[in-house]
């Protein structure tokens, strides 16, 4: 038997950046991240992170540059530390049980009242009033639909479905190093001045990097975003298509 203990995820993190032969620098500048921040991830210290989003993004832009799974090694470093990573699933479920609970509440109370007085209501209309031609005509053609002779020769095509138009608003408030990359294309790579504006439209997924957090603002389809990060912050963030709605600020 084998008396090798499972590799980590700091240390599997580690040597994938040595194995393609990167420095911190190097992953540093890539990701423009700080080399102190990279030391950190690598020695398992995640309390040293920024909190919220802004750790997991981090662990997804190094885990891209050093080519792992982003997603995977999320998992792993949110299982080792479950109190500093939690799973994005249960903080989901903690800040909704309460307002879900109220609301069926209420609803179940509502129908409750209304549903005896609709059908008091109904069955005295029915009894009292004739059925008109027109609804028993309604009702015949409602039930030929099905007739094959009546079936279109192509068949019945549903239309493919109307996926809604996602747009993020960027917002500069102070002078900084913005660049923006939709989909592998970059949109924007300078530095920008106060008061500019960036609309850029989310397909598959947007990164930003930059070298101050704090100076960028954004909304997502007119809801305002969160925080991106204090003053003087690198800048880096991944908002995809499957979970933008986690950047956003929840009222």
């Known amino acids: 038997?084998?008396?090798?203990?499972?590799?980590?995820?700091?240390?599997?993190?580690?040597?994938?950046?040595?194995?393609?032969?990167?420095?911190?620098?190097?992953?540093?500048?890539?990701?423009?991240?700080?080399?102190?921040?990279?030391?950190?991830?690598?020695?398992?210290?995640?309390?040293?992170?920024?909190?919220?989003?802004?750790?997991?993004?981090?662990?997804?832009?190094?885990?891209?540059?050093?080519?792992?799974?982003?997603?995977?090694?999320?998992?792993e470093f949110s299982n080792a530390n479950p109190d500093e990573l939690p799973p994005r699933e249960d903080v989901t479920i903690a800040e909704s049980r309460v307002p879900v609970?109220?609301?069926?509440?209420?609803?179940?109370?509502?129908?409750?009242?209304?549903?005896?007085l609709a059908a008091g209501v109904g069955y005295f209309a029915m009894s009292e009033r004739p059925v008109p031609a027109s609804a028993v005509l309604t009702q015949t053609r409602a039930a030929d639909a099905g007739r094959a002779e009546i079936v279109p020769a192509g068949g019945f095509v549903e239309p493919p479905p109307v996926q809604r138009a996602v747009v993020i608003t960027l917002t500069?408030?102070?002078?900084?190093?913005?660049?923006?990359?939709?989909?592998?294309?970059e949109v924007i790579g300078r530095t920008v001045d106060a008061g500019e504006t960036l609309q850029v439209e989310l397909a598959d997924?947007?990164?930003l990097s930059g070298d101050n957090a704090?100076?960028?603002?954004?909304?997502?389809?007119?809801?305002?975003?969160?925080?991106?990060?204090?003053?003087?912050?690198?800048?880096?963030?991944?908002?995809?298509?499957?979970?933008?709605?986690?950047?956003?600020?929840?009222?």
Do not use: W
């Open 205 to 207: 997924e947007v990164l």
């Open 172 to 185: 500069v408030s102070s002078r900084c190093q913005l660049r923006v990359v939709a989909d592998g294309r």
């Open 1 to 75: 038997m084998s008396n090798q203990r499972p590799i980590d995820s700091a240390t599997r993190l580690k040597l994938a950046r040595e194995s393609r032969g990167l420095s911190l620098r190097q992953v540093a500048d890539a990701t423009k991240l700080s080399v102190r921040t990279i030391e950190a991830l690598e020695g398992n210290r995640l309390s040293a992170l920024p909190s919220g989003i802004y750790r997991r993004s981090i662990i997804r832009a190094i885990a891209i540059e050093v080519g792992l799974d982003p997603a995977q090694l999320l998992r």
């Open 214 to 251: 704090a100076a960028v603002q954004f909304s997502i389809n007119g809801q305002a975003g969160l925080q991106l990060g204090v003053p003087g912050d690198p800048l880096s963030i991944r908002i995809g298509r499957d979970d933008y709605e986690d950047f956003l600020v929840r009222h």
């Open 101 to 116: 609970r109220e609301s069926l509440q209420r609803v179940m109370t509502i129908v409750g009242a209304i549903v005896p």
